[in-house]
């Protein structure tokens, strides 16, 4: 199993920045892709960005170049440095794991406002 958690999130002005942590453990050896997931009011949840074991990354076209993924293999951390934040980038975060064989792991969310 792989447990995650979340942190970082908050009240941003719009233009502003803000950095999401995600710490893993238990069977972390097994993750092959991390991923920051976000969920507006009354939308789906969205993929934003995801990034491998090799540490290949993807971004959604919404925050592509304005959001930046990475992951620390020595902390067990996968970040998200979020840069010229708007209001519609307002939602709850998720972190995510997909481990082999085929399992998912989610994090609780942590809350991102962007509002002045």
């Known amino acids: 199993q792989v447990q995650l958690v979340e942190s970082g999130g908050g009240l941003v002005q719009p233009g502003g920045s803000l950095r999401l942590s995600c710490a893993a453990s238990?069977?972390?050896?097994?993750?092959?892709?991390m991923g920051w997931y976000r969920q507006a009011p009354g939308k789906q949840r969205e993929l934003a960005a995801t990034i491998t074991s090799g540490g290949i990354t993807n971004y959604a076209d919404s925050v592509k170049g304005r959001f930046t993924i990475s992951r620390d293999n020595a902390k067990n951390t996968m970040y998200l440095q979020m840069s010229s934040l708007k209001p519609e980038d307002t939602a709850v975060y998720y972190c995510?794991?997909?481990?082999?064989?085929?399992?998912?792991?989610w994090g609780q969310g942590t809350q991102v406002t962007v509002s002045s």
């Open positions: 238990g069977s972390i050896g097994y993750i092959y892709v």
């Open positions: 995510n794991a997909k481990y082999f064989p085929t399992k998912d792991a």
